[in-house]
């Protein structure tokens, strides 16, 4: 079992950035699957970026490819998603969360999460 808690949310202005963190508990950081998921008032929880238990693959939503990085540290027991050139509809709580095995994008299939940091972008 691995438990997650996320840091790092703000409020910021369009075109700024912002890395979120996201430390897991526990020593088997490193066989679990960590991904980025976001909430929008109104909302279903949507997929932001997956990366692997290695860290040697990485998958972004096509809204945030090229603006987002997802990272890893094994030592730290961290994961962390660098935001850069925020929008306003970058505006949600964003989530990281955990599963043994492949990467996936639904939510559904993930089986830990952490309780969210809120992430407000203005123009």
């Known amino acids: 079992q691995v438990q997650l808690v996320e840091s790092g949310g703000g409020l910021v202005q369009a075109g700024d950035s912002l890395r979120l963190s996201c430390a897991a508990s526990g020593r088997t950081f490193s066989i679990y699957v960590m991904g980025w998921f976001r909430q929008a008032p109104g909302k279903e929880r949507e997929f932001v970026a997956v990366?692997?238990?290695?860290?040697?693959?990485?998958y972004y939503a096509d809204s945030v490819k090229g603006r987002f990085t997802i990272s890893r540290d094994g030592v730290s027991n961290t994961v962390y998603l660098q935001m850069n050139s925020l929008k306003p509809e970058d505006t949600a709580v964003y989530y990281c969360?955990?599963?043994?095995?492949?990467?996936?994008?639904?939510?559904?299939?993930?089986?830990?999460w952490g309780q969210g940091t809120q992430v407000t972008v203005s123009s």
């Open positions: 969360a955990a599963r043994r095995g492949t990467m996936m994008f639904q939510p559904t299939l993930y089986d830990y």
């Open positions: 990366i692997s238990s290695s860290g040697g693959n990485t």
